[in-house]
C-alpha cells in the first residue's frame, strides 16, 4: 500500500514536470521570438538614425546653399544699384555735355551762314551714338522711367510766342541765327572752318 502511494506520488510529479516543461518550452520559444523581434527592432532603429543623420547633413547643406544664394542675391542687388547710379551719372553729364555743345555748334552753323557756307551736320546725323536718344532708351530699360522723364526737350518761355509753321522752339532758333547773321562775332575766318 504504501509502494502504490509513493508510485502515485511520483507519477504526480512527473506529470507536473511534463506540464512545467512543457510550459518551459512555450515561455522560450516566445522570449526567443522577442529577442529575435527586439535585435529586428535594433537595426531599424539603428537604421532610421543614419537616415535622419543624413537628412539632416543634406538639410544644412541646402541652408547653406540657400544662405550663399542670399547672400549672392544682395551682393547682385547692390551692384545693380551701383551700376544704375553709375549709369545715371554717365547720362547727366553725356546731358550737359550735349547741352555745351549745342549752342556752339548754333553759333558757329551762324556764322557758317554769313559767309554762305552750309551748316555742320547735327551729332545724330554725324553718328548715331552720339545722340542722346540710344542712351535714353538704355536708361530707360533698366530703371523703368518714362522715356520723357529723361528725354524731353527743355520748354520755351511762358512769352515766346508760337508761330503758325512751327514750334516755339524752332522760332526761337530762327531768330537767334538771323539776329547772329545780322551781328557775326569777328571771329577769324579760319577759326570758323575747322
Not at 39 to 64: C, I
Not at 129 to 156: D, Q, W
Amino acid at each position: 500500500m504504501a509502494d502504490e502511494q509513493e508510485i502515485m506520488c511520483k507519477l504526480e510529479s512527473i506529470k507536473e514536470i511534463r506540464n512545467k516543461t512543457l510550459q518551459m518550452e512555450k515561455i522560450k520559444a516566445r522570449l526567443k521570438a522577442e529577442f529575435e523581434a527586439l535585435e529586428s527592432e535594433e537595426r531599424h532603429l539603428k537604421e532610421y538614425k543614419q537616415e535622419m543623420d543624413l537628412l539632416l547633413q543634406e538639410k544644412m547643406a541646402h541652408v547653406e546653399e540657400l544662405r550663399l544664394i542670399h547672400a549672392d542675391i544682395n551682393v547682385m542687388e547692390n551692384t545693380i544699384k551701383q551700376s544704375e547710379n553709375d549709369l545715371n551719372k554717365l547720362l547727366e553729364s553725356t546731358r550737359r555735355l550735349h547741352d555745351e555743345y549745342k549752342p556752339l555748334k548754333e553759333h558757329v552753323d551762324a556764322l557758317r551762314m554769313t559767309l554762305g557756307l552750309q551748316r555742320l551736320p547735327d551729332l545724330c546725323e554725324e553718328e548715331e551714338k552720339l545722340s542722346l536718344e540710344p542712351a535714353c532708351h538704355v536708361i530707360n530699360k533698366f530703371t523703368g522711367m518714362h522715356p520723357y522723364a529723361l528725354c524731353a526737350k527743355p520748354r520755351v518761355g511762358p512769352g515766346t510766342p508760337k508761330s503758325q509753321n512751327g514750334s516755339r522752339t524752332n522760332e526761337e532758333r530762327e531768330n537767334k541765327e538771323s539776329s547772329t547773321a545780322h551781328h557775326p562775332s569777328p571771329q577769324p575766318v579760319n577759326d570758323v572752318l575747322m
